[in-house]
């Protein structure tokens, strides 16, 4: 299926659903995936992510307010689009805060600013000329620090290099991110953070640790997946906002406040497999605890195939 191709539609007669794991820094993506999905639910096709699951994907402004109208318990971030505002907030409230551009993953564009002053240049540059979406030389440490960890090769590294001279499509075509800015609340003393992934009834877990003299824990590829690890509270959180949100699916990642509560600082619906493969188990809705390893995507075809016996689009003979 060539989820790009203009005769889509004719391509999808015959079918119940469509699964399309679509990426944010996949230029054509950008432009078109979200669009494809809604027009296919409107008419009452099934697909996987719909609207609920995916509206807010990598769109961190737009989770800010999804977690304040449900109250759920979120590191608080502030959203500013007016330079002004932003400035009298930036001179009024406290350091450290955390910057992010809307976008972005393995904590790409995130940076901690410690004093009002540096708040105030990255406001100021907010709202002229911009962030490019994709920071090459960021990129190029993180590929170095994997490479000096023992968990990428020389080539990647060549890749780091390359792409500062030449960036990906979606950073090169996809315009720069201005005329906003977005903070959030910074939460010391975690070493790690914690991921967990609710699709339909079941909920596995990751826990990511920080890299070395950083506060970031999202991509650095120090990873852990002992049932022991978690704090059942964040799964339990996790089943009760998938709930709420009428999601699909529902990727958490949860850090502790000074008082040890879970709270979240982001939502997204997908991740990379083979991460989550060492997996030992799952829990169920009840928390009940099931051992060993699964594979993550049956999952998922069990929330559509749900779906199409549902809808009456799939019977026994079938």
């Known amino acids: 299926m060539n989820c790009h191709a203009n005769d889509l539609i004719s391509q999808l007669d015959g079918c119940s659903a469509l699964m399309w794991h679509f990426s944010h820094e996949n230029h054509t993506d950008n432009i078109i995936a979200k669009q494809i999905m809604f027009a296919l639910e409107h008419t009452g096709f099934i697909v996987f992510p719909d609207f609920r ?13 999804l977690f304040e109208s449900i109250q759920a318990p979120y590191a608080k971030s502030y959203v500013f689009l007016e330079k002004e505002e932003a400035l009298k907030w930036a001179s009024e409230t406290k350091f450290p805060k955390v910057f992010k551009l809307r976008g972005g993953a393995s904590s790409k564009n995130v940076r901690l600013l410690e004093t009002r002053e540096q708040a105030a240049r990255m406001i100021h540059k907010a709202f002229s000329k911009g962030f490019s979406k994709y920071d090459g030389l960021g990129s190029l440490r993180e590929r170095w620090y994997k490479y000096r960890k023992g968990k990428s090769d020389f080539f990647d590294v060549f890749k780091g290099v390359v792409r500062l001279i030449y960036p990906p499509a979606f950073a090169r075509l996809g315009g720069h991110e201005s005329g906003y800015v977005l903070f959030q609340e910074f939460l010391p003393e975690n070493d790690s953070d914690t991921r967990i992934i609710v699709i339909g009834s079941k909920a596995f877990g990751l826990k990511r640790y920080v890299r070395d003299n950083d506060f970031r824990a999202s991509g650095s590829g120090d990873f852990a997946w ?20 009428n999601l699909q699916i529902g990727a ?18 997908g991740f990379v497999s083979e991460v989550y493969d060492p997996c030992p188990g799952y829990w169920d809705e009840s928390l009940t605890w099931h051992e060993g390893t699964t594979t993550k995507e049956d999952f998922m075809v069990e929330v559509v195939l749900e779906k199409v016996k549902r809808d009456g689009l799939l019977n026994s003979s079938n």
């Open 252 to 269: 958490f990642d949860f850090v502790f406040d000074a008082q040890n509560n879970p709270l979240v600082i982001e939502l997204s619906y």
């Open 53 to 65: 699951t995916m509206w807010h994907f990598d769109d961190k402004a737009g989770q800010k307010y």
């Open 226 to 245: 002992d049932r022991s690890l978690f704090d059942e509270r964040c799964i339990q959180i996790s089943f009760d906002l998938c709930k709420k949100l």
